[in-house]
Structures are given as C-alpha cells and as structure tokens.
C-alpha cells in the first residue's frame, strides 16, 4: 500500500516537472511578444495620424521632442523572396543557423542577413517567363495584385529584423518566424531567415468571406471593407504558390476570428520528404488606435528535440511495461498526438492520435475527456487554481497510474 501510495505521488508530480521542462523548450511566449512588437511598430495603421510620419509609434524621443521608432532601420530596402544571396554554407552553417541546415532541404539557399519579403508574383525576370519589373514593384505592390498599402507596409516591415532574427537565434527549434500581413486583401509576408521555402505547389483558397464578419474589437464594423474581400480568390480555387495570400488560408482566418489567444497548430510535416515534423504557433494582430487588422504572426517549430525530451524520460522504470511513458497531446476534440517514444514520426506522413492502438500510453478517450474537464482553457483562469486540478487528478486504468499537466505550466 505504501508503494502503491509512492507511485500515485510520483506519477501525479512528474507531468508537472515534464510540462516545466518542456515549457522552456516551446517558445510559448513568442506569438504574444512579436504581436506586440508589430504594433508599436504599426500604430495607427492604416490612415491614422501618425502613421505615415511614425509619430503614432509609442516612443517619446527627447531630442526631437516627437514620437518616433527607436530602431528605425537605416539598411538597404528588404530583399524580395527570389532575391536571394545566401551567406550560410555547408562550411559555416554552425554558425548561422546550427542544426537546422537540413530543415531547409537539401543544399539550400539560406541568408541570415536579413528577412525576405514575399508579395504575390513577385518574380526574377531572369528566369521566368513573362515576368516583368511591374511583378516587383514594391510602391504599387506588384502587377498580380496591386495594394494601396504595400509600400508603407515593406518600410516598416524593414524594422521588424531585429525581433525575427533575435527570435531565430535565441530558440534554436524555431525553423522561420514570420508576419503574414493582410495588405489591403492581397496578403504579403515576412519571413525571416530569408530561404527557399515556397517550392512549386499550390493551394485551395478558403475565399475572404470571413472578413465580412464583425470586427472583434469594433463590432459595428467587419473586419474588412468589400473592396478588401475582393482582392481575395473565391473559395475553391487552386492557386499557385507564388500567388500565396494567407488570407485565404483556414489557420489566418482563425487566428484572425480569435484574436484574443494564441492558436496552435499541426503537427505537420515539412513538405521537403525528410521526415521531419513541425508544430506551428501564432496570434494575430490588430492596431491598438484604429482596431484594423494587421497581420498573422506565425512561427514554425521543429518537433526534435520535443522527441528527444519525452523519449528520455526514465521515471519508475519497470522492465515489465517499459517504464513510464510520455505523450504530448494536442487539447484539440481528437487528441492529436504531438511527440511520444512510441510513435516514429519519421515513418510517417499523417498525424496521429491517442486512439491509436500502437500508443501504449495506458491513456484512453475516456481519461483523456476527463482532464480536459478539469477547466476550460477558453476562459480567464487562476494559475493557482489549475495547478491544485491537475495535481490532484490521476487515474489508474489496467494497473497504470495515469496524470497530466497543461503546456505551457501555469
């Protein structure tokens, strides 16, 4: 009985010290803090006073006794997508950019110098067909679909490097960090680091309908005029990859529905054959002056070292049944799994869930309803209060001792 008491004690601690670990390996933080920076940098978009001359900003520069950006970015203008001068090689890669050089393919073109800047049929006039300098200019947008804002959008878009190769380098799972602007309908991206990420595919757009819905922060207006919604594809359409609008992607329009959370999504694979999986996390952004919606934050992280954390658990190893498993699991309806020892993701190319017969993980549908239960994460909750919950819920199914804990640890 004693053991028995040991046992049910350890197994309801463990999550807790697992979700703490792993809360310093998933940049949780991230979506929340580059939303931020977006705008400061973005006040008063798009017509507000002060947003042309950046006096909307939220910084007091003494000299000049006027608002201004701290960092205003004195470089050359950013380089588009194809406008590429990769300064990481098979020699220096360490150095930039570690043991991500196979994230990007196989002998990849990769910069860190700067992010790249991507609007729809921007184009190297070398190379293809029809493309001309009018695909490329950054004052009108490009010839695909012309925007009113899109010079004013890649000028402060410039500014934002810091924070996205700061980010980059700080957080060594990160593979890009991006700002998915909605430009007036014709979406445009900032991606940093700058490298070959759009092979040639293409995509069902979900249409821009959705913009027509009420505004979260202004519910007498929707979130987009018509001339806006217009610019988008009607649902159903394929479009090709360099036509991209992340307007008409389903992971924006949520983001953008629920601007008050961050939203995750995945996992999903690379797209590159490599075996290698990713989660996605972002927020959007809306201006704090107008109430516009500005863009989708979205960043794109490797499920590695994940794998290797929740393999290398060893807590009460028994050689009977393998010893303690850990599963990370999505809080989604379906209980998508996110990394667990037993399941080679390598080896496969749809995710998974818990209901899988090959997770032996002694978690069943029903146990997993149970946590999930326990709160509801849509709601403002007590930090306190969900971790006296999670603490106290373990539950015993076929001899197994079986608890959780929430990610990020409250």
């Known amino acids: 009985e004693q053991q028995c008491h040991v046992t049910r004690t350890i197994s309801q601690n463990s999550p807790r010290y697992i979700a703490e670990i792993l809360s310093l390996q998933i940049p949780f933080q991230l979506p929340p803090l580059i939303a931020e920076v ?37 470089a050359a203008a950013l380089p588009l997508h194809w406008q590429i001068d990769p300064n990481v090689n098979s020699d220096n890669y360490q150095e930039h ?33 029809g493309c001309t300098d009018e695909n490329n200019n950054i004052e009108t947008g490009g010839a695909v679909t012309p925007s009113p804002k899109n010079k004013d959008i890649v000028r402060k878009a410039a500014d934002l490097n810091f924070i996205l190769k700061s980010t980059f380098e700080q957080f060594q799972d990160v593979r890009d960090v991006g700002v998915y602007f909605a430009n007036a309908g014709a979406g445009s991206i900032l991606q940093f680091p700058h490298h070959q990420s759009r092979p040639n595919g293409s995509y069902k757009s979900i249409g821009c309908e959705w913009m027509s819905q009420p505004n979260p922060f202004d519910k007498s207006r929707p979130i987009a005029p018509e001339e806006e919604i217009k610019r988008c594809r009607p649902e159903g359409v394929e479009v090709n990859d360099k036509d991209y609008n992340v307007l008409e992607q389903d992971w924006c329009r949520k983001m953008a529905l629920e601007p008050f959370q961050t939203h995750f999504f995945g996992p999903h694979g690379s797209g590159l054959d490599d075996g290698l999986w990713y989660i996605s996390m972002g927020k959007a952004v809306y201006d704090r002056l107008t109430n516009e919606f500005i863009a989708c934050i979205l960043i794109n992280i490797s499920l590695e ?5 929740v393999s290398n658990v060893d807590i009460l190893n028994r050689a009977e049944d393998g010893g303690t498993r850990v599963t990370v699991v999505k809080w989604d309806e379906e209980g998508t799994v996110v990394a667990s020892p037993e399941w080679n993701s390598s080896n496969e ?12 993980r002694g978690l069943s549908v029903q146990d997993f309803e149970r946590f999930k239960s326990l709160v509801d994460f849509r709601e403002e909750l007590d930090p306190k209060d969900v971790r006296r919950k999670f603490e106290g819920a373990s539950y015993e199914t076929d001899g197994l001792f079986v608890s959780a804990y929430p990610l990020p640890a409250p």
């Open 97 to 129: 950019v570690q043991h991500r050089w196979s994230w990007y393919g196989k002998d990849p073109l990769v910069s860190t110098s700067s992010a790249a800047y991507f609007m729809q049929g921007a184009c190297d006039p070398t190379k293809e067909e």
């Open 349 to 360: 190319t749809e995710p998974t869930t818990i209901n899988n017969s090959q997770i032996e």
């Open 305 to 309: 070292s994940i794998d290797d954390t």
């Open 38 to 74: 977006v705008m400061d940098r973005f006040a008063g978009y798009p017509h507000h006073l002060g947003y042309d001359d950046d006096t909307a900003v939220p910084f007091f520069d003494i000299d000049t006794q006027r608002n201004s950006y701290p960092l205003n970015s004195t």
